[in-house]
């Protein structure tokens, strides 16, 4: 494998530069042509520039514009580590874990522990938006069959059975495969497939539920108040729905972000330089016997989310449950 | 009769006439009210009564028109103001619904959304309807409250419904009914879920306020102790069918349909008591399954080949009282007391 080096770590160590002067100027000694200096020197008079490419660089901060992680994470996510001297060399010694980097350095050499924090980022917000557009979703088309009945509900649960015959990963994969040349960021684009082919299962929930509440007397008072069918729908049907739907969407989004995870697996999924969760792994699998810790920890964020959602959706079941509370 | 005279006197608000309504079913067109004609005049209270499942309700939602498939309504008219509401577009419809006529329903505990408090329940008709202001729909539905017997308006405006007794409740759908001041409430067995006590209370509350906003009431009740307590009129219905429609002296003095006749005879009475109480044989025959003639042939002990053929129209026998039996003149003579 050849050395590759992303022009952009290396713009991370001139950042370095004014912090501490030593090792980067070893750093740059010992890897920069002529040419590469120059456009560095220029850099360097320049913070302004640099830190706009920067900015560019973490996708997360141009999206989310969090202030958070800069301040907690250890290091840039996609800064190299001054000590693993920005190489690829692929020997042992590249892949640390010392106190500086607690879960170690990639191949990069960029801190792991700064890298899943930002991509808990991705994976959360991917996650949270991705529930939140199939819950919107389910939530309409359920109403609609449910209240409306007939032709209607016909529709929507017809087209709700063909979409549920697709294997969705598979759908998102080609989705995609052929969307790819867009100029939207591949992340909306896997939020909106995520949203568009999931809100298949709320809309069954929340139809079941409204065609029960529909039955209620106190609808039909609702109507006998002269009340129109939008007023019922919202005021009166939607609030007493709500409950079901809470606790399904809390545990759908750590389905959400396993999806996104084996999509950034398969390197279909958010790109580097920016970081996922699932990405991380990604990057980490061909150094796993060597340097575990890459995967690993991504990996146990995963789970620990995921599981902490679903706990979180049970949570919330047994809160909202009247018949379980004096259990 | 005076009373009958001053009764047929009165302006009638509401005509329903050959109104019929079916539910479409697995096993074929099942009819729920047959033909159903009546008049309810200005400030009455008329009585529709007749066992569960006889169409009461149905007859009552169909006037609304709030039959929700698989039921229909076939034909018929309902006249109020001189308009057809059974042929109005869905809009004016809901602006007569809860605001000219509202419905007080059978029961309390089901009838108001469990998630939102009473005050917000109420206020809704009025900004609905009224266009009002929350401010004043606050304080229109507080004097409301006031009106249906609920004196701590503020807690009851903000409680949910289940932290409210039975009888609160229902004074709280009267007061939604009422809101608008109605030309017209019907009431659909608003007792029947409500322990006797609380019952007499709300029926004195619904006289009250029929005397106090002066509008006419449909009383839906199988409850002939209730009917004869607070209608004036009383139609009886029977297997989708309204087999009598009499004053309600009348009814009870001189019934003159056999069904009528034996549901009296089926009240224990206190002058009469440990003796067995006459039955009406049979069953009531299923709604897909209702016989050519009349419904009732099948238990009268005076039917003939003529009932079986031939359903017995409803036509006056005296003033104010008609009734749906080829041998009325029968029972008639057979009268009750």
């Known amino acids: 494998m050849t050395q590759y080096r992303p022009p952009l770590a290396r713009l991370q160590a001139v950042r370095l530069r004014d912090e501490r002067v030593a090792p980067v100027t070893a750093v740059l000694a010992g890897h920069h042509s002529d040419r590469e200096a120059d456009i560095l020197r220029l850099l360097r008079s320049n913070a302004v520039l640099l830190r706009d490419s920067r900015a560019d660089l973490l996708f997360v901060d141009a999206v989310v514009e969090g202030q958070g992680c800069p301040d907690l994470s250890p290091r840039a996510s996609t800064r190299g580590g001054c000590r693993s001297r920005n190489s690829a060399d692929r020997h042992p010694g590249d892949y640390l874990v010392t106190r500086t980097f607690p879960l170690g350095t990639d191949a990069y050499g960029r801190d792991v522990l700064s890298r899943m924090m930002y991509g808990s980022r991705v994976s959360l917000s991917l996650g949270i938006i991705a529930v939140l557009l199939s819950v919107t979703l389910g939530v309409m088309a359920g109403l609609g069959a449910g209240y409306f009945g007939r032709a209607t509900d016909a529709i929507l649960m017809r087209l709700a059975d063909v979409l549920l015959a697709f294997p969705s990963l598979f759908l998102i994969l080609i989705v995609v495969a052929v969307f790819e040349k867009l100029p939207i960021p591949r992340i909306f684009l896997i939020v909106i497939v995520l949203g568009l082919s999931s809100w298949m299962g709320i809309a069954r929930l929340v139809r079941s539920e409204v065609q029960s509440i529909r039955e209620r007397e106190f609808i039909t008072a609702a109507q006998a108040a002269g009340l129109g069918h939008l007023r019922i729908l919202l005021r009166h049907i939607l609030p007493n729905v709500l409950t079901p739907v809470i606790v399904n969407a809390t545990l759908r989004i750590g389905g959400m972000i396993l999806i996104e995870a084996a999509l950034s697996y398969l390197n279909l999924g958010v790109q580097a330089p920016t970081a996922s969760w699932g990405n991380i792994i990604y990057e980490g699998k061909d150094a796993l016997v060597r340097a575990w810790w890459i995967s690993a920890f991504p990996g146990l964020a995963i789970v620990l989310t995921v599981v902490s959602f679903n706990l979180i959706g049970d949570g919330l079941r047994d809160a909202f449950d009247p018949m379980l509370k004096d259990a | ?337």
């Not at chain 2, 009224?130 to 017997?149: C, T």
């Not at chain 2, 006419?216 to 219905?237: G, K």
């Not at chain 2, 069918?241 to 009814?251: G, Q």
């Open chain 2, 1 to 337: 009769m005076e009373a009958q005279d001053q009764h047929t006197a009165r302006t009638a608000v509401l005509e329903v006439s050959k109104l019929s309504t079916v539910f479409d079913t697995r096993e074929g067109v099942a009819p729920a009210v047959q033909e159903a004609s009546f008049v309810l005049r200005a400030g009455e209270t008329l009585g529709l009564v007749g066992e569960s499942g006889c169409g009461k309700t149905v007859t009552a939602l169909s006037i609304m028109r709030l039959i929700r498939a698989p039921g229909r309504i076939t034909g018929g008219s309902v006249m109020f103001e001189g308009r057809d509401l059974l042929s109005l577009p869905e809009r004016e419809m809901r602006h007569i619904r809860g605001n000219r006529i509202s419905m007080i329903f059978q029961e309390p505990t089901t009838s108001l959304n469990p998630v939102f408090p009473i005050g917000s329940q109420i206020m809704e008709v009025y900004l609905h309807h009224k266009n009002m202001h929350r401010r004043e729909a606050r304080q229109r539905s507080a004097d409301m409250l006031l009106h249906v017997g609920l004196t701590d308006t503020e807690r009851v405006m903000r409680a949910y419904p289940h932290q409210l007794s039975g009888g609160m409740r229902q004074r709280v759908l009267i007061a939604m009914s009422l809101a608008c001041i109605p030309d017209i409430v019907i009431a659909d067995e608003p007792t029947t879920a409500i322990d006797v006590t609380v019952q007499a209370q709300i029926l004195a509350l619904i006289r009250k306020l029929k005397s106090d906003f002066g509008m006419a009431v449909l009383l839906i009740s199988h409850d002939l102790a209730i009917v004869a307590d607070m209608c004036d009129r009383v139609a009886m219905m029977y297997a989708s069918r309204i087999v009598e429609t009499a004053p309600v002296e009348a009814l009870f003095r001189i019934p003159s349909h056999p069904y009528t006749v034996g549901l009296l005879h089926s009240i224990p009475s206190r002058h009469a008591p440990h003796t067995r109480l006459p039955l009406i044989p049979g069953q009531v025959p299923r709604p897909v399954e209702y016989p050519a003639g009349c419904h009732f042939a099948g238990r009268c002990a005076l039917a003939t080949d003529a009932c079986r053929a031939a359903e017995p129209p409803l036509e006056s026998i005296a003033d104010g009282h008609e009734v749906a039996c080829w041998h009325w003149e029968k029972v008639r003579g057979k009268s009750y007391i």
